[in-house]
Structure formats: C-alpha cells, structure tokens
C-alpha cells in the first residue's frame, strides 16, 4: 500500500512570496490533514478535510494560508505572502472515518524555509 | 482543553540500555492516546495507541506505555534500545483531533 506522497520535499522561498505544497493521501482515506511544524515543537493543526468539505480550519492564518481538496482526493496548501515565521516543516496525514480517524497516516513532510 | 507535556527535551541512552520516555496529560473524560516517531526527515510513524482496555499497550519496534489514570501519564518503554531507535517522539492526546506534546529526542551512544 503506497504511503501518503508529499511535494516538493524541500522549498526555499524570499519572504512575501508565495508557494505551494502537494498531498496525496493514501487511496480510500476520506479525511486529510495539514499540520505545521515549527523546530522544537510537536505538530500543529491547520486544516483538516473530509472528503472535499472543510472539518476544522480554525488554526489556519486564513489571511496568507489556503487550502482546496477538489474532488476529495489531492490537496494543495499555499502561502502567499509568505512571512519568515512561516519557516517550518508542513506534514500532510490522512486517515480512515471513525475511531480510525486517530490512526493518522503521514507524509514525509515539505522543508519550507523563508529568507 | 486537552494538551500533552512531555518533560524532557533530549535523552541520551545507551545501546542495549533501557528506555523511558514521560508524558502526562490534560484531558477530561478518557483519552485517546498515542505515541508516534518521526526519523531524521521522515514523516511520524505511528507506534501505539491507547483507546481503552488493558492499560499496557504493545507496539511496533518493541515498544509499549502504560495508562495510568492516577498520574495522567503515559509512558513509552523499550527494555533495549538499538541505535536505529535514534529519533524525536511525539506523544499526542485526542478528543476531536489530535494535539501533540513538543517531542523528545532519543540520542543513543554506542
């Protein structure tokens, strides 16, 4: 069974521009998640999705971060503009409905890094 | 709301040593709980998990924690670390979603 892929792995931007981030959960798994993870700390929620609609965004900073699942599958996050506290690793997971939806499946993560 | 704490920041263990790692809870009702470790660039791997039941609870990699009510804690123990056990861990306490605790990293000296 193929992991959850992420893209690209590594991302070095100048502050105030704007990038992009790919997930593609594992096959079959309705819910997907985007965590941010800042160095020293432990993964924060920013936005997770059920199927193609919205569960939980209330910790994404929705004036410069955004985020579709169209189709309910693929999910893309961006930043614009981005800011050097923006400077973190960002982690997609995906998982099952119901109690499974605890055993969260990640991605190797993208290394954004702002100038 | 819930929140995990993890006391300590880095551990230095030897091969074939054991290893212990804390981590206390906040939590209301009875959690869910979880231990999961991230490799140097890897994404987190889920090692145990705690719904309900017998409170000791086996993993992956040999490892397991123990639920203890009384002390909100929940312990992850390995009797014998290997050096590929060098990485962070994450315990992370769930009701609605997941919140993680800040890590601790696991350094092994051969």
């Known amino acids: 069974e193929a992991g959850v892929a992420q893209s690209p792995r590594y991302k070095i931007i100048e502050k105030r521009q704007s990038v992009a981030f790919w997930c593609n959960p594992i096959?079959?798994?309705?819910?997907l998640y985007w965590y941010q993870q800042i160095l020293g700390q432990g993964p924060k929620l920013l936005i997770q999705?059920?199927?193609?609609?919205?569960?939980?965004d209330s910790q994404l900073p929705k004036d410069r971060f955004s985020a579709e699942r169209l189709k309910g599958v693929d999910s893309t996050l961006k930043i614009q503009p981005a800011k050097l506290e923006d400077s973190a690793v960002y982690l997609c997971?995906?998982?099952?409905?119901?109690?499974?939806?605890?055993?969260?499946?990640f991605g190797p993560g993208t290394r954004l890094t702002v100038t | 709301a819930q929140s995990v704490t993890q006391p300590d920041i880095h551990i230095t263990v030897s091969e074939g040593a054991s290893l212990e790692l804390r981590c206390n809870y906040s939590?209301?009702?009875?959690?869910?709980l979880f231990w999961y470790v991230q490799s140097p660039g890897q994404g987190l791997q889920l090692l145990l998990k705690?719904?309900?039941?017998?409170?000791l609870v086996q993993g992956i990699k040999g490892f397991e924690a123990e639920f203890k009510r009384s002390q909100s804690s929940f312990n992850l123990r390995k009797p014998s670390v290997h050096w590929s056990d060098a990485a962070e861990y994450f315990c992370?306490?769930?009701?609605?979603?997941?919140?993680f605790g800040a890590g601790t990293t696991v350094t092994v000296r051969a």
């Open positions: 997971a995906s998982s099952s409905p119901g109690q499974a939806a605890y055993e969260q499946y």
């Open positions: 096959s079959g798994h309705a819910t």
């Open positions: 999705f059920q199927n193609n609609g919205v569960v939980d």
């Open positions: 705690y719904f309900s039941g017998d409170t």
């Open positions: 992370a306490v769930a009701d609605y979603k997941l919140s």
């Open positions: 939590y209301g009702a009875t959690p869910y």
